[in-house]
């Protein structure tokens, strides 16, 4: 299956931005699915903190990023992107696009935790989030 590329990561300082950037490898038209971010932090799970459905019509935001990440998707340019404002030591994971693997009809992804957070994959590599003064 195509993976997807996460980008973006890096160094940032409480309270900076940063924009993270989800790519398709080839083969992957992006504009036909749902795209949801996660982050693995150290020793923790994995968890869910965005999606978005393909039209764009439906977003989805875990509590603790509400009201400071913004998902986005740009089908032009294949891309999905994650900004991220006010960042805190907490926001420091690894990040994960994934992709939605057909168990909901297109309009059902991203309306809740369930269709933001399950049946998804073609996990990229991730991408390294640090905040720290």
């Known amino acids: 299956q195509s993976q997807l590329v996460e980008s973006g990561g890096g160094l940032a300082r409480p309270g900076g931005s940063l924009r993270l950037s989800c790519t398709a490898g080839?083969?992957?038209?992006?504009?036909?699915?749902?795209i949801a971010w996660f982050r693995q932090a150290p020793g923790k799970e994995r968890e869910g903190i965005s999606c978005i459905n393909n039209s764009g019509g439906n977003i989805y935001y875990e509590d603790s990023v509400k009201g400071r990440f913004t998902v986005s998707r740009d089908d032009a340019k294949n891309t999905v992107y994650l900004q991220m404002n006010s960042l805190k030591p907490e926001d420091t994971a690894v990040y994960y696009c994934?992709?939605?693997?057909?168990?909901?009809?297109?309009?059902?992804?991203?309306?809740?935790?369930?269709?933001?957070?399950?049946?998804?994959?073609?996990w990229g590599q991730g991408t390294q989030v640090t905040v720290s003064s």
């Open positions: 080839s083969g992957l038209t992006m504009r036909y699915y749902a």
């Open positions: 994934a992709r939605d693997h057909g168990r909901w009809p297109p309009h059902k992804y991203c309306t809740g935790p369930e269709s933001s957070t399950t049946d998804f994959g073609s």
